[in-house]
C-alpha cells in the first residue's frame, strides 16, 4: 500500500462506500488513478470489486448489464455513467484481442495482473490508499511505459497493447521501456488481426497527442507497415526540391507536429521558436474557434496531404523533383484509406477537401479571395489556412518567409471579405430558385445552372447583391441565351 491520498469525485467515493459497507472491497482503477497522480482530469472513472454482477445489481437501484458476462455493471448516479468490475481473471486469448473465457476472482492482485501496462494497473480507495504491485508508480515517476510482467505475453492477449504502448507514449510524452518495445517489434504481424476500427481510434489518438511525432516510433517498429503501408512508402521518399529538406513522410509528420503546437499544450522535440510571433498569434486564433473534432480532422489532414507526391514526381533536367497534380493524386489515395480505417464520412469528406486545395494559391485582392471562399467553402477557411501554416513551416525554413508573407496577406483579405458581408453562397443571394422560373425558366437543371451565374456576377460585383439588380441582370442573361 502506498501513502499516496487523493481526491475522488463524490459520486466514486458513493460507489466504493456502498459496496465496502456491504462487505465487499472496491477501488477506483486503471486509467483515472494514472491521471490523477499526473494531475490530470480522468475522462471517466472505472471501479473494480471483489462483488459478483448480481451482487453489485442488488446494491445499486439504476444499474446497465453494460458487459455483465465479464463481469461489469454500469452504476448510474446523477445522469452519471460509472463501470463497476468484478475482480477476473482472462482465459486464454485466441484471436489476439479477446479471452475465450473469463474467471472472477475474490484477489484483486490477480485482477491487476492481467492488465496492460505497470501505470494503468493501479488501484485506490480512501481506507486503504494506493495498491500499486507493479511499480506503476515508479514508471510514472520515470516516465516510462512498460507492461506489467512479461510484454510478450501481454501483447500475446491484446496485439492492440503494442499501438496503445505507443498512443500513450504520445499522449504522456513517456518512452516505451525497451523490452516492451523489443516484444512489440517481434509480434507487429498481430496487428493484422486488430479491427480497422480500433486502429483508427489509437492512431487519432496519437495524431493529437502532446507529442504526435511518437507516430516516428510506430513506423520504427514496424506497426505503420502492418496497418499504414502508405506511411512507410512516403518515410523513405526523397523530395529532391530546395523548398523540401526531408522525405515526404517526415516533411508531413512535422506538419502534424506543429498543427498540435498551435492548438497548446505542446510536448515534442520539435523546434517551435522558429515561428514568428504574428504567425503564431494568427495561427492560434483561427485555432481558438475551431473543435476538437476539427483538430483531429486537420491531424489527419497534414498526415496525408501530401500521398500523392510518389505517384506524381517528375525530375527535371536539373535533378529537381516537382509533383504536378499531387493535390489531387493525395486527394484520392487519401479518401481509400480514410474509408479502409472507417473514418466517418464527416471527416472524410473535410479531409479530402482540405488536402485538395492545401496548396490554393488566394490571390492578392479581394475579387479573388472572394471566389475562393465561394469554392472552396466558408466553413473550411479557418482550417486551411492552419494547413497552410502547418504545410510551409514543415518545408525549408530558409524558403519560407516569402510563402508566409503571402499566407498572411491572404487571412487579411479572407477577414475583409467576412466583415464586408459580401453574398459568398447561393443561400446569401438576394433572390431564389422560384425567382429564377417566375422569369419563365422551367424547374430543373437550368435554374440552378442561373443561379450559379448570378453567384459569379456578384462575387465580381459584391455591392449587385440586391433584389432588382439581380432581376435584372437575370433578365439579361436569360434573354441572351434565348437569342443564342
Not at 143 to 165: H, K, Q, S, Y
Not at 395 to 419: F, H, S, T, Y
Request: net charge negative; charged share 30%; proline share 3%.
Amino acid at each position: 500500500m502506498k501513502s499516496i491520498q487523493m481526491e475522488l469525485p463524490k459520486d466514486v467515493a458513493d460507489i466504493i462506500h456502498t459496496l465496502e459497507k456491504a462487505g465487499y472491497e472496491a477501488y477506483a482503477v486503471g486509467g483515472c488513478v494514472r491521471d490523477r497522480i499526473l494531475g490530470r482530469e480522468p475522462q471517466d472513472w472505472d471501479i473494480t470489486t471483489s462483488a459478483k454482477p448480481e451482487q453489485i445489481k442488488r446494491l445499486f437501484p439504476k444499474t446497465i448489464d453494460t458487459g455483465i458476462q465479464h463481469g461489469t455493471v454500469t452504476v448510474l448516479r446523477n445522469r452519471m455513467g460509472y463501470e463497476v468490475t468484478t475482480y477476473r481473471i482472462d482465459g486464454e486469448y485466441e484471436d489476439n484481442r479477446h479471452p475465450s473465457s473469463v474467471e472472477f476472482t475474490d484477489n484483486l492482485a490477480l485482477d491487476l495482473e492481467r492488465r496492460d501496462f505497470t501505470m494503468n494497473a493501479m488501484a485506490y480507495n480512501d481506507g486503504r490508499g494506493l495498491v500499486d504491485e507493479f511499480q506503476g508508480l515508479e514508471d510514472l515517476e520515470a516516465g516510462v511505459i512498460r507492461c506489467v510482467g512479461n510484454p510478450g505475453d501481454r501483447f500475446d492477449e491484446d496485439a492492440l497493447r503494442m499501438l496503445r504502448a505507443v498512443r500513450f507514449s504520445g499522449q504522456l510524452c513517456f518512452s516505451v521501456e525497451e523490452n516492451t518495445r523489443r516484444a512489440a517489434e517481434e509480434r507487429v504481424a498481430h496487428l493484422k488481426q486488430i479491427s480497422a476500427e480500433r486502429i483508427r481510434v489509437e492512431l487519432t489518438k496519437l495524431l493529437v497527442a502532446r507529442d504526435a511525432g511518437r507516430i516516428r516510433d510506430a513506423y520504427r517498429m514496424g506497426m505503420t507497415k502492418v496497418f499504414l503501408p502508405e506511411l512507410d512508402d512516403m518515410m523513405d521518399w526523397e523530395q529532391r526540391n530546395p523548398h523540401h529538406i526531408y522525405t515526404v513522410g517526415e516533411h508531413s509528420i512535422r506538419s502534424v507536429e506543429i498543427m498540435n503546437f498551435f492548438f497548446g499544450d505542446y510536448g515534442g522535440t520539435w523546434d517551435a521558436g522558429a515561428i514568428p510571433a504574428h504567425v503564431r498569434e494568427n495561427a492560434e486564433e483561427l485555432a481558438a474557434g475551431l473543435t476538437e473534432k476539427q483538430h483531429m480532422m486537420l491531424c489527419v489532414a497534414m498526415l496525408f496531404h501530401d500521398l500523392g507526391k510518389l505517384e506524381t514526381m517528375t525530375i527535371d533536367e536539373e535533378g529537381i523533383g516537382h509533383f504536378y497534380g499531387h493535390q489531387e493524386a493525395s486527394r484520392k489515395k487519401a479518401s481509400k484509406i480514410l474509408r479502409r480505417l472507417t473514418f466517418d464520412n464527416e471527416t472524410i469528406d473535410t479531409v479530402k477537401r482540405l488536402i485538395q486545395f492545401h496548396d490554393y494559391q488566394f490571390g492578392e485582392r479581394e475579387k479573388s479571395m472572394r471566389k475562393a471562399v465561394a469554392k472552396i467553402g466558408r466553413d473550411l477557411m479557418p482550417m486551411l489556412f492552419l494547413v497552410r501554416y502547418c504545410d510551409i513551416l514543415a518545408q525549408n525554413p530558409k524558403m519560407a518567409g516569402e510563402k508566409i508573407d503571402c499566407l498572411n496577406r491572404g487571412i487579411l483579405l479572407w477577414r475583409q471579405v467576412e466583415a464586408s458581408g459580401a453574398a459568398l453562397t447561393l443561400k446569401e443571394l438576394d433572390i431564389s430558385g422560384r425567382d429564377v422560373m417566375a422569369l419563365g425558366v422551367a424547374p430543373g437543371p437550368e435554374v440552378g445552372a442561373y443561379l450559379h451565374r448570378v453567384l459569379e456576377w456578384v462575387l465580381e460585383h459584391p455591392d449587385g447583391n440586391r433584389r432588382e439588380k439581380l432581376l435584372d441582370y437575370l433578365r439579361h442573361e436569360i434573354e441572351k441565351r434565348r437569342k443564342v
